[in-house]
């Protein structure tokens, strides 16, 4: 495999490449077992790089059939070649032609990068590194070139034929079966962005008029059967192109986009220029089949891999050191079409909850890692939540500094310089800094610095002199290999509430008028006071509205404070905090008096603020769906930081739910009955708002009359019109155990077999059943005829489901998660290593466990690291846990 040699890349030692490629044109003969590739390459030298260097050609896995240099025929002393690289030592010093033709087994390929099967078609993923799999080439993203693609294959295999760029010719080949096709992509680009597929598929067809009025050819490519279900990600498709129009002034610059869905897909989707690949569970959507949630994961990704085509493909990394240049960026710009196709303030809490779900854990333990890495033995390792979720904290938090109209300045700047070449974060921060007038060489460091700040605030009022002083603070733990912490710049979003609801007006002499007329102050040092006047009483501090910042905000004020936030606040964010801050302490209370064997204290004041919640929920269903959720135990495991005992947690949160679920009990099943569903489905947020309320209204019932609740699940599983409420229904029956839920579960599989994205849901509902019994299920799971450890999708709804989302038996003290998850690990990675090690990672904060559960999981951790033969990538994720 790819690395054999324990050599890291390091950001410090990037040089520009000794060589350009200004086109390439490929020509492919797909065959399922030896596909030819010819690839011919116009070279010249970099004028940037070292002059006489010899050429070198990454690979990986390549077997070469002929090499011509300017059409003459080499002989083998002319060059080296082994599987991973080709060199030659003598290449002419003006430009030249290369002509490679190598031999590649798409069947053979189970680690799904390069050209590989999906079903019965062809597909590629190239990014970051899977190009060099099908052609020898300088397979770095600051590479760029002009594409040629020609593919030819048997018409009944394969009677659809794509790649990037443009058609520009297509023909049957004269004697037989076999026929072609030529696509031309005219926009420069690195290798990790090609594409190609070829297939028998399904697909629709519909077209987008740009803002300057060109016509694009739209279509999604699927499996045969399935083209309704992807309506409605041509919906969200056509959407994204507008609003990337309106809001970035970004137009589509070709003359067709294309989609193709395929089952077997290593992450979400990838952004290929102009042919976009997707797992077709970001495609594949209908009632019956797909969920709110999957509707909203569809636009979300569709949007994603669109928004590329900006941010990532005309302007892209100068290195993969500079990843979260376009992921950072485009998570945010889709984070933001998000906001604005469904509710901003909802949008918002859901970003938050998934950055502290993985994000946090991340950057607390041991592979904590700085947004822009300066090391890393596998990329494919960094493809990860800090690299993408906190990428894209760093550029909201960059428009609240400069405001939303500079931001967008600096946006235009950004891709008016850097349209066409391969930038660096410091490009794109130069900028800002010119739109803004600001130096941002501090806010850099949030790039740099690894951890999570933590920014703790206390106040202290005057009732003589009417002022209230907040001190705000913070400090950044030292993370792997980085025990320096500066401060960074942290924007604090802030409000004051007198004790009625008022909000009051800012006057200080500590703050700068701007500050406080946008109510956003800033911290730069690690301390800063600020003295308000004109407070007539103790005021209620609105802190980091909007979660201005991904920071953790200590302590949490008292519970009185936050009931009246939840009552009053105007931030909703800040609301759906104060509601999330009062069932931790309500859980941790309850944690504790298990610990001392008290008796669990009741939590009245916050269970009368839900009430009011529940009852007032017809105001917007969805933010008090988000409201009325309880912390999972991964938030607790989170919170508590240390001494981990997921039972202990598990236990307290559901005494919590029971004392909800009992004291709400009517208002719950009046809630339950007010949002029944109501006509035809649809996958609008409005009506997403109201499933979601009913289903945590179901729970509430089910908690506090688990014969009431057992009854109202089954009868909307039996008649439910859709996915989302049989789902929810499957969840509160899952919990509630007994024969009711192993005949629900029975009857959803006959119904949905021949479903694998629904499958999936039915092994992941299982694998999170919170009782001791689940890891055996688990395990009799892993032989059903419908598990597969090859297909990624199913490996991680079943064993990715348990390592992430079951923290009581992934963490059994007995150690039979862990050891069902490391035996999974090993039997896969020889397989697929980027599926394998990215399962590995489900360990990210071992170390916050209590001390039993850590010797467990070191000593397995020790056990992999010390295998011979482990991929790159699944050993790099074992060491780097174990620092
Ligand atoms: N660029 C893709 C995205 O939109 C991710 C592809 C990464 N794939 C990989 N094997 N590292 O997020
Ligand atoms: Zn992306």
């Not at 041509?234 to 869905?261: Q, T």
């Not at 950057?363 to 890692?369: E, N, T, V």
Request: net charge negative.
């Amino acid at each position: 495999m790819r690395h054999p040699s324990n050599v890291p890349v390091r950001l410090t030692d990037y040089r520009p490449a000794d060589f350009l490629i200004d086109s390439v044109a490929l020509d492919f003969r797909l065959d399922r077992t030896a596909t030819r590739v010819v690839a011919t390459l116009t070279l010249r030298r970099n004028p940037k790089g070292v002059p006489g260097a010899a050429l070198v050609l990454d690979g990986d896995e390549l077997t070469l059939v002929s090499l011509k240099l300017d059409g003459r025929a080499l002989g083998p002393q002319e060059y080296e070649a082994t599987p991973d690289r080709l060199t030659l030592s003598a290449v002419p010093d003006g430009p030249f032609t290369l002509e490679i033709e190598t031999r590649v087994d798409p069947t053979a390929n189970t680690q799904l990068s390069g050209l590989y099967r999906s079903g019965s078609a062809y597909c590629t993923q190239c990014e970051a590194e899977g190009f060099r799999r099908i052609t020898y080439f300088l397979d770095r993203p600051d590479v760029l070139s002009v594409y040629t693609t020609r593919i030819e294959a048997d018409e009944r295999e394969a009677p659809v034929l794509l790649a990037n760029g443009n058609p520009v010719e297509a023909g049957k080949i004269a004697g037989g079966s076999r026929h072609y096709a030529v696509w031309r992509d005219p926009f420069p680009k690195p290798s990790y962005l090609f594409a190609l597929v070829g297939g028998d598929l399904g697909v629709v067809r519909d077209s987008f008029t740009t803002m300057s009025g060109r016509e694009v050819a739209l279509a999604i490519y699927v499996e045969h059967g399935k083209e309704a279900r992807a309506e409605y990600a041509m919906d969200a498709l056509k959407r994204s192109m507008r609003w990337d129009e309106e809001k970035f002034g970004r137009e589509y610059d070709l003359d067709v986009f294309n989609i193709v869905a395929v089952s077997d897909f290593n992450m979400g989707a990838m952004e290929n220029k102009g042919l976009n690949v997707f797992n077709d569970k970001y495609v594949l959507a209908s009632p019956e089949t797909a969920t709110d949630g999957d509707y909203a994961g569809i636009e979300a990704v569709i949007a994603h891999e669109y928004f590329h085509n900006w941010t990532g493909n005309r302007i892209t990394c100068r290195d993969w050191f500079q990843l979260c240049l376009k992921e950072g960026l485009t998570v945010f710009r889709d984070h933001e079409f998000s906001a604005d196709m469904r509710s901003r303030p909802v949008q918002r809490i859901s970003e938050v909850r998934g950055l502290r779900l993985v994000q946090f854990p991340e950057d607390a333990g041991p592979l904590a890692h700085p947004v822009r890495p300066s090391v890393y033995h596998e990329i494919n390792n960094f493809y990860t939540s800090t690299v993408y979720e906190k990428g894209s904290e760093l550029v909201r938090m960059l428009r609240t500094l400069i405001g939303a109209e500079t931001f967008r300045r600096g946006m235009d700047i950004y891709f008016e310089r850097f349209d066409g070449t391969a930038a660096t974060v410091e490009d794109f921060l130069s900028c800002f800094a010119e739109a803004s007038g600001r130096d941002l060489s501090q806010f850099a460091l949030w790039y740099s610095q690894a951890g999570t700040p933590v920014l703790s605030s206390e106040g202290a009022y005057d009732p003589d002199a009417k002022t209230f002083t907040l001190t705000l603070k913070q400090e950044t733990r030292p993370t792997p290999g980085q025990t320096d912490k500066k401060p960074v710049v942290i924007p604090v979003a802030l409000a004051l509430f007198s004790e009625n609801g008022q909000k009051l007006d800012l006057a200080s002499r500590d703050a700068r008028p701007e500050e406080l007329s946008r109510g956003l102050v800033e911290l730069t040092g690690a301390e800063r006071r600020l003295t308000f006047e004109n407070v007539p009483s103790r005021p209620i501090v609105s802190l980091l509205r909007g979660f201005s910042a991904p920071v953790r905000l200590e302590p949490a004020p008292a519970s009185a404070d936050l009931e009246r936030q939840l009552a009053f606040d105007d931030d909703p964010f800040n609301r759906w905090q104060a509601a999330q801050s009062l069932a931790l302490r309500a859980i941790f209370a309850r944690v504790d008096a298990a610990r001392q064997g008290a008796a669990a204290p009741e939590a009245p004041g916050y269970v009368a603020a839900l009430r009011t919640l529940l009852v007032g929920a017809d105001a917007d269903p969805a933010f008090a769906a988000q409201a009325l959720s309880l912390p999972s135990v991964i938030d607790l495991a989170r919170e508590a930081g240390s001494d981990v005992d997921p039972d202990v947690h598990h236990a307290a949160r559901m005494g919590l739910r029971a004392e909800i679920g009992g004291a709400l009990r009517a208002d719950a099943e009046a809630a339950y009955a007010r949002f029944a569903d109501k006509g035809p489905y649809r996958p609008d947020a409005a009506g997403a708002g109201r499933r979601a309320l009913r289903a945590v209204a179901l729970d509430l019932v089910a908690a506090g009359d688990p014969q009431k609740g057992g009854a109202l699940a089954q009868e909307l599983f039996r008649n439910a019109g859709n996915m989302t409420d049989r789902l929810s229904a499957l969840t509160t029956l899952a919990l509630l155990g007994g024969d009711a839920r192993e005949a629900a579960f029975e009857s959803f599989y006959k119904q949905f077999a021949d479903d694998p994205l629904v499958l999936d849901k039915w092994f992941s509902l299982q694998a999170t059943i919170p009782e001791p019994a689940t890891t055996q299920r688990v395990i009799k799971l892993m032989s059903h005829p419908d598990f597969s450890l090859t297909n990624p999708n199913r490996l991680r709804a079943l064993i990715g489901a348990f390592a992430n989302a079951n923290l009581t038996c992934f963490h059994a003290l007995d150690g039979s998660g862990y050891d069902l998850l490391t035996r999974v690990v090993l039997d896969v990675d020889p397989r697929n290593p980027q599926v394998a090690a990215r399962l590995l990672s489900s360990l990210r904060a071992w170390r916050t466990l209590e001390a039993r559960r850590r010797a467990l999981v070191e000593a397995k951790l020790r056990d992999i690291v010390a295998r011979e033969g482990l991929s790159a990538d699944t050993r790099d994720i074992a060491t780097r846990a174990l620092a």
